[in-house]
């Protein structure tokens, strides 16, 4: 796992017992209730540099099942603008970027004047562990509570804020309003602002998105475009709410990519990692690499269609649209 202690830095006068009072300091929490969702945040700045990471607890108060969509949920400061959850891609990206003034040998982040010990070891399990704290789109039912962490990268670090759960619906699609999380708190902040990501791997230009599209059972959302000059990537997640597998076969094999000019791009199946399966009532996450949209990218709009998906006997073709 990487949840570690909190250590002071060398960078750092502070005495051996200061750092000891950092480890045995609980997590900030926030929560709130409505007649639908009960909610609790726990605020911790662990061992991914340059995140605010929110482990929201979610208990569905309601007679019928709830709908939740982290992608959609927001950080509010008290001052400054609203920032959006961040891509587990983005997350684990950050993480395997982080500069050698970042990761020690001694498994210690550090940013500014503080550090997190998280005992390094394979990236993968680094990743994993990651994986594993993260809170999932899905379905909760009556009587039923989830935990699991959004991940933020706020450009300054925020002493105060609201976590706002937005994209709730009913078991039938009807949106819910809001809910706000309010007076969540860091129980510390750096001394230093957050920094930019690592550099990109050269010739590399990566775009955040935020789009989502659903027919029928069947839901794809698009986090995050890459550009290269000979492949264009989308990371894909392929939600299921149907009682039965969903097959994908096919249409990662039709899969296509049309740019704002109307240009179609075929997909490269061998180098696409996005599973052909979907089990029921579960989401399946991966790679669609596309023959290369103009480069560097000369459009600003495209959507991906993903045409007959099986699930059930029955096809659903889905279209996306992508803004860059």
């Given amino acids: 796992m990487l949840v570690g202690s909190m250590l002071a830095t060398p960078a750092q006068s502070s005495s051996s017992a200061q750092g000891s009072a950092l480890v045995a300091q609980a997590a900030p929490r926030c929560q709130t209730e409505t007649a639908a969702l009960a909610a609790t945040g726990a605020v911790h700045t662990r ?16 007679q019928g099942r709830l709908r939740l ?6 950080l509010m400061p008290e001052q400054g603008n ?8 983005d997350v684990v990206y950050t993480l395997r970027t ?14 500014g004047s503080f550090g997190v010990a998280v005992g390094l070891g394979p990236f993968d399990l680094q990743s994993r562990a990651i994986e594993s704290r993260l809170l999932r789109a899905g379905d909760l039912a009556p009587g039923a ?20 759960l937005d994209g709730l619906t009913t078991e039938v699609g009807t949106p819910l309003p809001p809910v706000e ?24 230009q990566a775009f955040p998105v935020s789009a ?21 990537t989308l990371i894909v997640t392929v939600e299921n709410t149907a009682a039965t597998p969903a097959e994908l076969f096919m249409a990662i094999a039709d899969a296509r990519l049309t740019d704002g000019t109307g240009v179609t791009y075929a997909v490269r199946v061998m180098r696409s990692d996005l599973p052909n399966r979907v089990e029921a009532r579960g989401q399946a996450r991966g790679r669609l690499v596309f023959e290369p949209l103009p480069y560097p990218p000369a459009v600003t709009s495209a ?14 073709d889905v279209d996306v649209a992508l803004r860059f």
């Fill in 47 to 62: 061992a991914v540099p340059y995140y605010v990471e929110v482990e929201l607890t979610l208990a569905n108060k309601s």
């Fill in 69 to 74: 969509d982290p992608a959609r949920f927001t």
């Fill in 82 to 89: 609203s920032i959006s959850a961040a891509a587990r891609d």
């Fill in 98 to 111: 982080a500069t050698a003034s970042y990761a020690s040998v001694y498994g210690v982040f550090q940013s």
């Fill in 145 to 164: 509570s989830v935990r699991g962490s959004v991940y933020f990268r706020p450009t300054a670090w925020p002493a105060r804020f609201s976590v706002v």
């Fill in 181 to 204: 999380v309010r007076n969540c708190q860091m129980s510390f902040r750096p001394a230093e602002p957050p920094v930019g990501f690592a550099p990109l791997p050269p010739g590399l």
């Fill in 212 to 232: 989502r599209a659903e027919t029928g059972p069947i839901a794809v959302s698009v986090s995050r475009a890459e550009f290269i000059k000979d492949a264009t």
């Fill in 303 to 316: 959507r991906l269609t993903l045409p007959g998906i099986r699930t059930g006997g029955v096809l659903y």
